[in-house]
């Protein structure tokens, strides 16, 4: 049973324009909720995240949205840039414990 | 800092050959993690620990043994390989207090192939 979906395998969008990467849970007790970015041949990195107590986190050209009630959480990237192309990973925890549940990744693409 | 270090970085193993993965960090991080990635199925918990001595089954332990006998090391073993092993492994590492934070560092990984 996934628990964290990334339903869009892939997205592309052109340089200057809004990315907006998506991601479900289904476990009620998630509720920190974390972004990685992954380039090809390196580990992941930490992006963003977000307490189920905000509905909104911001960090420069990133920015994730958390509806808790639709389990719903999307990362938006405003203006893209090249250097974004990568894999995102969303990911979730529940606050009693330490272990991440992530998601399969979507490969964002920024076309200059 | 170099924070967190895999070595190797590639291997090919035989069927039925083991192996030692080892894991090193420098944050002084309680936690430390075993993940693997195949593609289209993301990052899965193989082995935590939470702290020096201590480790714990995560999503898919079966056919690995892990250690954590100094807290700045965490040892992956593959007693004996299979090709289903194939996998990238990455390491990753964190700490709660004092910042709060359940941001994972993560190594950059060791490709391992068994034929």
């Known amino acids: 049973d996934q628990q964290v979906k990334q339903n869009s395998p892939s997205l592309s969008v052109q340089e200057g324009r809004i990315s907006i990467l998506n991601c479900d849970y289904t476990?009620?007790?998630?509720?920190?909720f974390l972004w990685y970015k992954k380039y090809p041949a390196e580990g992941p990195t930490f992006l963003i995240s977000i307490s189920s107590i905000k509905d909104k986190n911001e960090d420069g050209r990133f920015t994730v949205f958390l509806n808790k009630s639709a389990k719903h959480l999307s990362l938006h990237i405003v203006p893209s840039q090249p250097g974004d192309s990568a894999v995102y990973f969303c990911?979730?925890?529940?606050?009693?414990?330490?272990?991440?549940?992530f998601g399969k990744g979507t490969l964002l693409t920024v076309n200059p | 800092n170099a924070g967190v270090t895999q070595t190797p970085k590639f291997r090919v193993l035989k069927t039925g050959q083991s192996m030692t993965l080892l894991c090193a960090q420098d944050?002084?991080?309680?936690?430390m993690y075993w993940y693997r990635q195949d593609p289209g199925m993301g990052l899965r918990l193989i082995h935590y620990s939470v702290g020096e001595g201590t480790t714990a089954k995560g999503e898919v332990p079966d056919g690995y043994n892990v250690s954590r006998l100094k807290k700045q090391n965490f040892l992956l073993g593959l007693e004996s390989a299979a090709p289903s092993q194939t996998s990238v492994y990455f390491c990753?590492?964190?700490?709660?207090?004092?910042?709060?934070?359940?941001?994972?560092?993560f190594g950059p990984g060791t490709r391992l192939t068994v034929t």
């Open positions: 944050m002084n991080h309680e936690y």
């Open positions: 476990n009620s007790m998630f509720d920190y």
């Open positions: 990753a590492s964190s700490s709660p207090w004092p910042s709060g934070s359940y941001e994972q560092y």
């Open positions: 990911a979730a925890l529940p606050g009693s414990n330490y272990k991440l549940t």
